[in-house]
């Protein structure tokens, strides 16, 4: 098997995406598998050389090396244009000229969780494929109205229907960037991942990214979603909290105590305890990691 490590380089690690790394980590080496790391670059105006470095060095720190990469999503383009080509020439791709203000005065209150659904304003009437996908345009794909079945192996059943979860989704920016969805699925799939393991702010984007799978002719990974770290203000950790970035953690903290301090959130270990990840290996089970949400005290 083989898993990874997807983090994107737009400021400094916080606690909750080491957490995410070590259970990857440890999901990937219990089953005796590789775990690759990949930086996920492809936001042109937020990533920065300077947070790879720190990425890489901090895992490093950490004691969780990476066995392949690391690979970067930018240098990735021409594989994504011919794979759009493939899309376009199924006739599910178009071009999108709403505004992110038009759009959002369409929407109907959803749960709290920053959902928009497109509805399909700019959708032609007759899909056809396009003359040419290389005018610098933003891009979407078709989806039906169609549910997805799949099940997380941490959150078990779970059925999405596209239409009204997110309706048809960007592929390509406007400026030429790639959108996440197709970045993911590609890179996923061509370096062989089998299984995915992330934060369950992501849980419900697995339905588009199996889509993709499906129409690429890929077969998906397995998907486990994690319980996010919150603060103390059961918001989820972002890079703006910096007492629980790396940059600070690294002044207070040794390395076996940051990895103690997360095997125990994640269950593995009763209480609090310097170890470092090869220690978990044998300790990893799924069924100890928590499905609630933790707040960080």
């Keep these: 098997m ?3 490590f997807a983090p994107s380089p737009t400021g400094r690690m916080h606690l909750g995406n080491i957490y995410s790394a070590l259970l990857s980590y440890l999901s990937a080496k219990s089953q005796k ?3 690759v790391l990949r930086i996920e670059d492809i936001d042109p105006d937020r990533s920065r050389i300077e947070f790879t470095k720190h990425i890489l060095d901090d895992l490093q720190w950490l004691g969780m090396p990476w066995d392949e990469g690391p690979y970067y999503q930018s240098q990735h383009g021409a594989i994504s244009h011919q794979h759009l080509e493939q899309l376009n020439s199924l006739g599910l791709v178009y071009p999108c000229h709403c505004t992110r203000a038009e759009i959002m005065a369409t929407q109907a209150p959803h749960e709290s969780d920053g959902r928009v659904v497109y509805k399909g304003t700019c959708r032609p ?4 494929p396009m003359d040419t996908v290389d005018t610098p345009q933003k891009l979407r ?5 169609r549910d997805i079945h799949f099940t997380d192996h941490h959150y078990g059943p779970h ?4 239409s009204s979860h997110c309706g ?3 592929l390509r920016r406007a400026d030429g960037a790639w959108a996440y969805q197709i970045a993911v699925v590609l890179d996923d799939a061509l370096m062989g991942i089998t299984e995915v393991v992330r ?3 992501l849980l419900l984007s697995t339905a588009q990214q199996i889509y993709l799978h499906q129409l690429l002719g890929f077969t998906p ?3 486990a979603h994690l319980p996010l770290l919150c603060n103390s203000s059961m918001q989820r950790l972002s890079k703006r909290d910096k007492s629980l970035d790396m940059s600070h953690l690294r002044t207070t903290h040794t390395a076996p105590q940051i990895i103690g301090i997360l095997a125990h959130h994640a269950g593995l270990i009763p209480s609090p305890e310097p170890l470092m990840p090869q220690d978990l290996i044998p300790l990893f089970s799924w069924a100890k990691v928590p499905t609630s949400d933790i707040i960080l005290k």
């Design 2 to 4: 083989k898993g990874r």
């Design 33 to 35: 598998g590789q775990w």
């Design 125 to 128: 009437i007759n899909p056809q």
């Design 159 to 162: 059925t999405v229907n596209l």
């Design 168 to 170: 048809d989704f960007i």
């Design 221 to 223: 990974p397995s998907f």
């Design 141 to 145: 794909l078709i989806v039906p109205d």
């Design 199 to 201: 934060g369950r702010d």
